[in-house]
């Protein structure tokens, strides 16, 4: 049986290359939300984050401690990854981000122990923050981002269907009561006063729905608060 331990959040920080930026909206017709999808690549990041990824890796690409490749084939390609880290924290320069998914993961390995990362990290900006990283694109600046903890699969780590409930669980009667004391059941609206993904966000609307607080997605994709605040 494998044994399961939980590992540190993902973290990485230092000054990124913002490839560029896709801007896009999310959600039903009358409730959309603005959505942007940022491609990062730092540099000279330590080879000790390949552990979040494999923990066979570094033993793969480097010669022990001399910090030397051991693969030198000019026609390999980096290394890539196709898991996603939701919920992350994110920061790009002085503004931040929280409820982020960063996916698309890329390593390119290096003589000195250090590896070129390459992610897509999705968030949800204001427009005046779309404006203020769209001059970025090309362009570097200070860049972080922290992942909660149990990221991974079943090989090291409960999967992500055990520790995504968990997560909805601790967020719901927070949610339930904006819902009911405001009286509106938009994922935007919700989504901003959780500070939380929009996935997430759906997710807790759908339960009340389930649970009869709201009502079901009319055609234009709004819902009613049908239950009342307890006194």
């Not at 390593?107 to 203020?132: F, K, R």
Request: proline residues 5%; glycine residues 6%; aromatic residues 6%.
């Amino acid at each position: 049986m494998t044994e399961i331990t939980n590992r540190p959040p993902f973290k990485v920080q230092g000054i990124a290359s913002i490839k560029h930026i896709n801007v896009r909206k999310e959600g039903p017709e009358d409730d959309k939300v603005l959505a942007v999808d940022v491609k990062l690549t730092f540099k000279q990041v330590d080879r000790r984050l390949c552990d979040y990824f494999d923990d066979a890796l570094q033993a793969f690409l480097w010669r022990g401690e001399t910090e030397s490749l051991i693969v030198r084939n000019p026609f390999l390609s980096p290394v890539t990854y196709g898991n996603s880290i939701n919920s992350a924290d994110v920061q790009i320069g002085v503004h931040k981000f929280a409820g982020c998914d960063v996916r698309k993961f890329s390593i390119e390995p290096a003589d000195g122990g250090v590896i070129t990362l390459t992610c897509s990290v999705s968030l949800y900006p204001s427009a005046g923050e779309v404006s203020d990283l769209a001059k970025l694109v090309q362009d570097d600046d200070r860049v972080s981002i922290e992942g909660p903890p149990d990221l991974f699969d079943h090989e090291t780590t409960p999967s992500a269907a055990q520790i995504e409930p968990a997560s909805d669980d601790e967020l719901y009667p927070k949610a339930a009561e904006i819902v009911l004391k405001d009286r509106k059941a938009s994922i935007s609206y919700l989504q901003r006063k959780l500070v939380t993904g929009y996935n997430c966000a759906a997710r807790l609307l759908e339960r009340m729905e389930q649970s009869g607080l709201v009502s079901r997605m009319d055609a234009s994709g709004r819902r009613q608060v049908l239950a009342e605040i307890e006194a």
